[in-house]
Structures are given as C-alpha cells and as structure tokens.
C-alpha cells in the first residue's frame, strides 16, 4: 500500500469529497487523477506541493 489516490477512487468518492472538503479539493482531486501525478488525499486537501 503506497497511499497514492487513484482515478477509480476520485470517481467512487467524488460525492464525499466535495460534501466533506468542499469545491476546490474536488477539483485538485480530479486535476490530480487526470494529469496521473502521484500524490496522496491529504496532499491534494492541503495543497502541498512535492518537487
């Protein structure tokens, strides 16, 4: 397990995260599944940035 989300769980999850974490997580979310970068949910929730 690397904790790296994946497309399939932005898209399972996507009413949570927007109800739970609002418009703009939701966005970085899907942002980050369709460009495949490797991040983890709270990356993307709290907008840190890895080289």
Do not use: N, W, Y
């Amino acid at each position: 397990m690397r904790g790296v989300i994946t497309t399939g769980d932005v898209v399972r999850h996507l009413g949570i995260i927007f109800s739970e974490f609002g418009l703009a997580c939701t966005i970085r979310c899907v942002l980050a599944a369709v460009r495949r970068r490797e991040t983890t949910f709270l990356d993307v929730a709290f907008k840190v940035s890895r080289p």
